[in-house]
């Protein structure tokens, strides 16, 4: 009986040249800077949790619904993130998800009510940190 050795494994791949050019440290580091900044917002909510109790006079309790809609939003709309990444591609999604972020901050902002945070922090701006 004869044995087939693979050829898969028996020699290491050497490269002299970076295969795709260097984009992929590109990439990498870019998703780097993504992820800092997307959890760095979210889990610095709390620096400005005594500041929004005053503005919008209101109990710790329902200040707390701000960024626990956000991390629902964002863990939960993960499917509709993956299709839209199928369907349209990487980039557009990631821009969107650039786009809906700054705005959800910038429209938090400008809130009068509790419930446009819920909104512009906690849904807009979660979708963004999903499609991101």
Request: glycine share 10%; hydrophobic share 45%; proline share 2%.
């Amino acid at each position: 009986m004869t044995q087939k050795t693979s050829q898969l494994c028996s020699t290491a791949n050497v490269y002299t040249q970076v295969p795709d050019g260097g984009w992929g440290w590109v990439v990498a580091v870019s998703f780097f800077f993504v992820e800092v900044f997307t959890y760095g917002i979210v889990k610095s909510f709390g620096v400005f949790f005594n500041d929004l109790m005053d503005s919008f006079d209101e109990s710790n309790s329902r200040i707390s619904w701000v960024i626990s809609i956000c991390v629902f939003v964002l863990t939960f709309t993960a499917p509709l993130s993956a299709v839209l990444s199928t369907r349209f591609g990487h980039r557009l999604v990631v821009v969107a998800g650039g786009l809906l972020v700054s705005t959800g901050m910038v429209t938090a902002s400008f809130s009068r009510e509790l419930y446009h945070m819920y909104i512009s922090i906690g849904v807009v701006s979660g979708l963004g940190y999903c499609f991101s």
